[in-house]
């Protein structure tokens, strides 16, 4: 059973617009959840992160929101350039080291 | 990019032998891990390490064993190899628990044929 989900295998944006990814999680333990962006052939790369304390961070295009009631977070992008397509991950922290990643949201933003 | 290098990078092997993939970093972290990619599955954990000779299982880590004799290596071995085992694995280093983010190395590609 997937403690982390995410729930739409792909989605296609227009260049410029907004990219919102979204990640559910069922154990209420964990403690930071993290985004890492993949391209193919080339290894994960962390993208941004927040505490299970907070509800939101933004570093440039990329915010995180979390929403702990819902058990819910959601990565946007703004605007959305070509080169952000990749596939996402959502991932999340518990017991101290132990790093959960959700199946992944393949995003293509088209020119 | 966190110093971390996988070998092989690609390697296809017969069911029933035994493949051993190498991860080593340059980053003196205490924690690695050895995570595989599937289609549907995202990137699940198989074994990771909290210092040398500290490991602890993961996910899935039935058909895997680990070994971490030194800081900087962490082998993952696949005793006998299975169509199954087929994926793409990759190492991932972590500083400590005041750091939380984990770097991955760029993958190891195994076919089981």
């Known amino acids: 059973d997937q403690q982390v989900k995410q729930n739409s295998p792909s989605l296609s944006v227009q260049e410029g617009r907004i990219s919102i990814l979204n990640c559910d999680y069922t154990?209420?333990?964990?403690?930071?959840f993290l985004w890492y962006k993949k391209y193919p052939a080339e290894g994960p790369t962390f993208l941004i992160s927040i505490s299970s304390i907070k509800d939101k961070n933004e570093d440039g295009r990329f915010t995180v929101f979390l929403n702990k009631s819902a058990k819910h977070l959601s990565l946007h992008i703004v605007p959305s350039q070509p080169g952000d397509s990749a596939v996402y991950f959502c991932a999340a922290r518990v017991n101290g080291q132990n790093f959960v990643f959700g199946p992944g949201t393949r995003l293509s933003v088209l020119p | 990019d966190a110093g971390i290098t996988q070998s092989p990078r690609h390697k296809v092997t017969e069911t029933g032998t035994p493949v051993t993939l190498r991860c080593h970093q340059t980053e003196n972290h205490r924690y690695m891990y050895w995570y595989r990619q599937d289609p549907g599955h995202g990137l699940r954990l198989i074994h990771y390490s909290y210092g040398v000779k500290d490991t602890d299982k993961g996910e899935v880590s039935d058909g895997y064993s680990v070994s971490r004799s030194k800081t900087e290596d962490f082998l993952l071995t696949l005793e006998s190899a299975t169509s199954s085992q087929t994926s793409v694995y990759f190492c991932a280093i972590s500083e400590s628990t005041a750091r939380n983010t984990i770097y991955f190395g760029e993958g190891s590609w195994l076919t089981v044929v």
């Open positions: 154990n209420s333990m964990f403690d930071y």
